[in-house]
């Protein structure tokens, strides 16, 4: 998110918009506060590829929060605004980050997390500067007030570290090999995407998601080094979306699925109540999208939804059009970026239309963040190719689909979750012998977490239990990962070496379908 050249050249241009508020923020602004928080950032110790975190719901200071790192060679975290404080605690320590900046609306999960995080030397809080706040933490705007607005002297590239969970339960950091260059020099990616999907200077982008995830980080990115406005919704609504398009004359953005489907569900008044005409691009990934809903939304607003298919790691990258998709329904894309291997098991190349492991010869390097033994789980041992586990095959045209995701990686809403943390937590309840945790068809969100549980002998599994493992669940998770249905059986299918048999259950829910992604 570097502004560059167009504080200069659009000085007043909105470089955002909060969608709710109104607030404008234009080039000339954005890059002012930019730089007040990297003389901050560097005030406070941090130098060429060190961390800071970024926790907070959308706002407008994200956006300024990430592009100080991105010009001044830091590596930046932002977390899921909807953690508990020892999930944030685990991701703040791992990243080890020095710096968090958080919003007045999550200081208490904040107050909550820094007791376990001894490396965090300073809270920055966004609208706090009428509120008494705890040890750590001062006022945003206040700490920020007196530096310069000019760039750093040494201004130099960084990036964002984001996080994919790991089969463990713990989340992993994705960290890219960061280049010693100036800011406007973006990393490859983004000027393979921007050429992808018609950015330009006179856009206007409607991001409707939570900035901590990755696509809306790379899209909103995209858009400001483009010199384009995005206009951001603090939260999603179907209807309001809507009316952004017509009210901003927005010409891109991108969704999930799950968005589509409550569009969908608006009644034809007020499906019909907004002019959509200025849209040109509407991206979709993040979650596989149901192949009616897709149809529906294509009938609606004609062939200009572009699908993509491509994993926080980088490994690789797929894409197709609204005619491309038409004709090979179901499909991710053709691979686009990276050289894409189907294997099985024995790292056998598999026949056209055969599902097995995807792995590519990697479009861009990485590794998990202090984890050499997950990074290396992730490599072929000849060093060549590396895998996030998703399965999937490419039929004679060279469109690949998926079949099946990584390590039973649940998809619900856009959002990966890991089922290992809720399996653990489940089984040390006292009532639970056994607990397999896996995500099940929802038409809506593409998945929903389903658990399974074995109780102890003498326990009956019904609707009280239910009741008291949600709530006990709901103590320890964010609400995204808590399972939204529980159901019980007398015993669970492991192998003779004790591992749980978990397709096996799965499947019951999936049925005969070849793939296990919703279509």
Known sequence: ??????????????????????????????????????HFLRDQGLGFQDHYAIFMENNERYM??????????????CINSYLTGDELAYIVNNSESKVLITSKAKIDVVADALSSCPNIEVVLVTDAADTDLPQLMTDYASAILEYPATPLADETLGTSMLYSSGTTGQPKGIIRPLPVQAPQAPLPMYSFLSDLWGYREDMVYLSPAPLYHSAPQA????????????????????????????????????????MFSRMLKLTE????????????????????????????????????????????????????????????????GRVVLGDLEILDDEMHRLPEGEPGTLWFKTATEFSYHNDPTKTAE?????????????????????????????????????????????????IA????????????????????????IQPIPNVVGDESLTEELLGYLSEHLSRQKVPRSIDYEAELPRLPTGKLYKRLLRDRYWGESKSRIVQ
């Open 1 to 38: 998110m570097y502004s560059g050249q167009y504080a200069i050249a659009n000085p007043d241009r909105p470089a955002f918009i909060m969608a709710g508020s109104g607030i404008a923020v234009s080039y000339a602004e954005f890059e002012a506060r930019s730089n007040k928080l990297a």
């Open 64 to 77: 300024e929060s990430c592009s100080a790192g991105e010009r001044a060679g830091l590596y930046y975290t």
């Open 219 to 258: 899209a909103v990115n995209l858009t400001i080094r483009t010199g384009g406005t995005v206009v951001i919704m603090e939260r999603f609504d179907p209807l309001e979306y809507l009316h952004l398009i017509q009210r901003y004359q927005i010409t891109h953005s991108q969704l999930v699925p799950t």
């Open 269 to 332: 008044a007020e499906r019909a109540s907004a002019d959509l005409s200025s849209l040109e691009v509407a991206v979709h990934a993040a979650a596989p999208c149901p192949v009616m809903v897709k149809e529906q939304m294509i009938e609606w607003w004609g062939p200009i939804i572009h699908e993509y298919y491509g994993a926080t790691e980088g490994l690789g990258f797929a894409a197709c059009n609204s005619a491309e998709w038409l004709t090979h329904k179901g499909t991710v």
């Open 378 to 426: 992730s490599t072929s041992s000849d060093g060549s190719m590396t895998t996030v586990g998703d399965v999937g095959y490419v039929d004679s045209d060279g469109f690949l689909y998926l079949t099946d995701r990584k390590t039973f990686m649940i998809i619900s809403g856009g959002v990966n979750i890991y089922p290992q943390e809720c399996e653990d937590l489940l």
């Open 429 to 452: 309840h006292p009532k639970v012998a056994d607990a397999a945790v896996f995500g099940v068809p929802n038409v809506d969100l593409g998945e929903e977490v389903k658990a399974v």
